[in-house]
């Protein structure tokens, strides 16, 4: 499975996560829950910033060529 496909993935599955934790949040009425949904989207949102982040790092790297020099 490639990078991008993995963390396609986990993107979907952290925001399933946190729509769960929305739902029972609000049906519970509890602030404690919520919060810790808005925890998780924020955790999910650096996280995918740091991989894009990483992807440009990379991409960066290859033109450079071994030596860390263009061309």
């Known amino acids: 499975m490639s990078r991008v496909k993995r963390l396609t993935v986990v993107l979907l599955l952290n925001l399933s996560l946190i729509t769960a934790l929305v739902i029972v949040g609000l049906a519970a009425h509890s602030l404690a829950v919520l919060a810790a949904g808005a925890d998780l989207l924020a955790d999910a949102g650096a996280s995918q910033h740091d991989s894009s982040r990483g992807t440009a790092d ?7 060529g071994p030596t860390g020099a263009f061309g």
Do not use: P
């Not at 990379?58 to 450079?64: E, G, S, T, Y």
């Open 58 to 64: 990379d991409q960066h790297r290859q033109a450079l």
